[in-house]
């Protein structure tokens, strides 16, 4: 990824969207630091984040990566209401 992104927040993610250098779906990378909680909420939190951009991935533009950075207080989100946070930022 290149330093070109643009970058959407919510309360609890950061969303850097840039264009990818190969065509092709959008893909995904994650950041969940130590913040979020212990391994057990951070694991918690991307299976939520992967399981949610695998299911929207089509609805997402193509050649786009996708950083989703979590902030903390994100482990304390419900699996609902993690995706429409995601949803938001995504639809910016």
């Given at each position: 990824?290149?330093?070109?992104?643009?970058?959407?927040?919510?309360?609890?993610?950061?969303?850097?969207?840039?264009?990818?250098?190969?065509?092709?779906?959008?893909?995904?990378?994650?950041?969940?630091?130590?913040?979020?909680?212990?391994?057990?909420?951070?694991?918690?939190?991307?299976?939520?984040i992967?399981?949610?951009?695998?299911?929207?991935?089509?609805?997402?533009?193509?050649?786009?990566?996708?950083?989703?950075?979590?902030?903390?207080?994100?482990?304390?989100?419900?699996?609902?209401?993690?995706?429409?946070?995601?949803k938001?930022?995504?639809?910016?």
């Open positions: 990824m290149n330093r070109s992104g643009k970058r959407r927040a919510s309360g609890h993610f950061v969303a850097v969207v840039a264009p990818s250098r190969e065509a092709g779906p959008a893909k995904l990378g994650l950041a969940v630091s130590r913040r979020v909680g212990n391994a057990v909420a951070r694991n918690r939190v991307k299976r939520r992967r399981e949610w951009f695998r299911h929207e991935r089509e609805s997402l533009p193509r050649d786009t990566d996708w950083v989703l950075i979590a902030r903390s207080g994100a482990a304390e989100l419900a699996g609902p209401a993690t995706w429409r946070e995601l938001e930022l995504a639809g910016r």
